[in-house]
């Protein structure tokens, strides 16, 4: 598949990138996301008097003795205190952020959801549909964890200032060198992860072509077991997850590389920090300096503190990649270009006659041949039907999915009129695809149903006029056949349908899409039928057919019909070969007249004779 996997760029600085994202993404919650943001900077600055309180303590009984000990008691009873208040600052501050990150995800999955929904039939042929939702799954979740995971990154950067605050006020050289000594080690870390970020994007990629093999795999279990797919299968996904781990490994060694380059650093960083510190107040005995324990340990602590923020930081940089890769897998939805005007709800329209004319399309994986359908000329009337034929490969769906405005056109001119009223004229392709989508309803040929009862897969759909009445449902399954295989006991409507509906025939899943297209299309002027009973039996084809001419009389009605001696139902006959439409008219006059029509009646009955030939060997052979 020539997908749409495009590499995004590997921007300079995952976290900035992440809290733009953030801010656009919490639009109406931005009140809440400050609100958090300052009450959890607040419980960590709050904290941040600890080690000075441990240390007033210590300097207290270091200086006094039995005596200090009320007043080392009323610093140790301030840390409990800081602690406390810490605390309810926190927890609302938390409540909040994970609120406003429900929200933001929520947000990021709708909208790349709506997007997808709105993109072309094109696109959507071109990319898997596994992958699509592993993007949209992993965006939008991803935004999420790193809005909720605000408190840590928050302690980081107010654990990073503000020991180095206090540094400074204990001594300004070893506030400077701790300052230094930090900047280094997370630029060092920012080195490391610009590769990781790399390896991230790949490793996404590789998921997702893994996951898609996968989905392929457990969603045709029928063709896997009956054509012994599994271990071709198998053998695919043993490469797929190779993969995957080929940028994995790399990631884990510099990952490790990573760690050890910080952890060193650090601890050096720290014993520099307290023998800078005992130095400089040793150095200079004139002055009367006496090293007191308790500011040797204010230093210690507050050296370890920037230490483990530097690893902090570390983690969060990688965490930002990893997290910032996620959240670009969707770039390829969320800024595929796509004409805004396709997301925008179509407006109804209604005609009595519409006239196509110079139609070509090309399907984009075939630029380099002929357009799929080659100036293609139509003239169409509500009230009538007309039956599209050719051989496999011709057109039939591609020229379909056009008139239903699900493919835009390269070129196309659509007159359409209300009887003696001139109507549009329309020659932009966007446009007219816009035109088509609002006049038109196709019951394609795959019986796509989902898993939950009758009742909500007839309810998945909306005619033009919008949600069909429950009250129609009854009557669209008396329309498609339905009736006659659903249980008479009980209520029909919660009849359960499975995964792909294989708890059903390929018939009865036929009838059931059926009955929700026959609801999709009323109100439409132009109903497209891609040979949707092609899995009934003779009989019941021609019922249906009856069936819906009668309901739908006052529509223009297409339908893709392979058995001919269906033709004579219609009041004319659409004729393609290789992308073109050949002839029109009525099955009479083509008949004396079509070449084209007369080799496809020949090749039909060549073929029903071959089915009847091969019928009566099967019957010979049983006996
Ligand atoms: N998504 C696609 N990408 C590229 N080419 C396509 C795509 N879909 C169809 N085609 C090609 O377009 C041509 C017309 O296909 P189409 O499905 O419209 O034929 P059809 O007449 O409906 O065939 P059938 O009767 O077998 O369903 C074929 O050559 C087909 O290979």
């Known amino acids: 598949m020539d997908s749409d996997d495009a590499k995004p760029g590997i921007h300079r600085a995952p976290v900035l990138q992440l809290y733009r994202e953030l801010w656009f993404q919490a ?27 441990v240390g007033k303590s210590l300097n207290v009984l270091q200086a006094r003795g039995n005596d200090g000990a009320g007043e080392a008691a009323f610093w140790l009873a301030a840390v409990l205190g800081a602690t406390i208040v810490s605390w309810l600052i926190h927890g609302p501050g938390r409540i909040l952020e994970r609120n406003v990150a429900l929200a933001v995800r929520q947000r990021v999955a709708t909208a790349l959801t709506q997007r997808l929904l709105a993109f072309p039939l094109s696109w959507h042929d071109r990319n898997h549909s596994v992958a699509s939702a ?52 997370c630029g060092a870390v920012v080195g490391f992860d610009r590769a990781i970020v790399r390896l991230a994007i790949r490793t996404n990629d590789a998921e997702r072509r ?19 797919q599994a271990r071709p299968f198998i ?10 781990f080929e940028p994995l490994r790399r990631m884990i060694v510099i ?53 483990a923020v530097v690893a902090a930081v570390a983690a969060n940089f990688q965490t930002f990649a990893t997290q910032y890769a996620n959240y670009q897998s969707a770039d390829v ?32 994986a075939g630029r380099d041949s002929g357009p799929t359908l080659d100036h293609v000329r139509l003239n169409l009337q509500r009230g009538k039907r007309y039956a599209l034929i050719g051989s496999s490969g011709s057109g039939k769906s591609t020229l379909m999915r056009v008139l239903a405005g699900l493919y835009v056109a390269e070129r196309i001119e659509v007159q359409a009129s209300n009887g003696a009223t001139a109507g549009a004229q329309i ?62 006991e009980g209520d029909p409507l919660q009849v359960s349908i499975g995964e792909h509906a ?7 899943r036929a009838r059931v899409a059926l009955a929700r297209g026959i609801l999709a299309a009323r109100g439409s002027s132009l109903i497209l039928l891609d040979e949707p009973t092609a899995n009934l039996d003779t009989r019941t084809e021609a019922a249906v057919y009856r069936n819906l001419f009668a309901e739908f009389a006052d529509a223009c009605l297409i339908a893709s019909v392979h058995r001919l001696d269906l033709l004579r139902h219609f009041d004319e006959v659409l004729v393609m070969v290789d992308g073109r439409l050949v002839a029109q008219g009525s099955e009479a006059v083509l008949a004396q007249t079509s070449v084209d029509y007369a080799n496809l009646r020949a090749a039909s009955l060549r073929q029903n004779d071959a089915e009847e030939t091969a019928v009566e060997m099967a019957a010979e052979d049983a006996v």
């Open 255 to 307: 990952n490790e590389v990573k760690w050890c380059a910080v952890d060193v650093a650090s601890r050096l960083l720290s014993c520099c920090l307290v023998a800078l510190y005992a130095w400089l107040v040793l150095r200079a005995p004139g002055d009367g300096q006496k090293l007191m324990f308790g500011s040797v340990y204010m230093v210690w602590e507050y050296a370890l503190q920037s230490g």
């Open 427 to 488: 020659q932009a392709p966007l446009k007219a695809a816009r035109f088509l989508r609002g006049s038109t309803t196709l019951i394609p040929q795959e019986a796509e149903l989902f898993e939950a009862s009758l009742e909500q897969n007839l309810a998945m759909c909306e005619s033009l006029h919008g949600q069909p009445e429950p009250e129609g449902y009854h009557r669209a399954l008396e329309l498609a056949a339905v009736m006659d295989f659903l249980p008479t």
């Open 210 to 228: 893994y996951t898609s093999v996968l989905a392929d795999a457990l969603g045709n279990a029928t063709s896997v077991l009956a054509l012994r």
């Open 134 to 185: 592993h993007r949209v799954h992993q965006s939008s979740s991803s935004l999420g964890t790193f809005a909720e995971s605000q408190f840590i990154y928050l302690r980081s950067a107010v654990r990073l200032v503000g020991p180095i605050g206090a540094l400074i006020a204990i001594h300004p050289l070893v506030g400077g060198l701790a300052s230094f000594g930090l900047l280094a080690i």
């Open 235 to 244: 053998r695919t996904l043993q490469q797929r997850v190779e993969d995957v």
């Open 502 to 508: 294989s708890n059903w025939s390929g018939g009865q």
């Open 27 to 53: 639009k109406g919650h931005r009140a809440a996301l400050l609100g958090s943001m300052l009450l959890l900077v607040g419980a960590q600055v709050v904290l941040l008097a600890v080690p000075y309180l």
């Open 333 to 364: 939805i969320r800024h595929h270009p796509v004409d805004e005007s396709l997301h925008e709800p179509v407006e109804t329209q209604s005609w009595q006659q519409c006239e196509i004319d110079g139609l070509v399309f090309r399907h984009v």
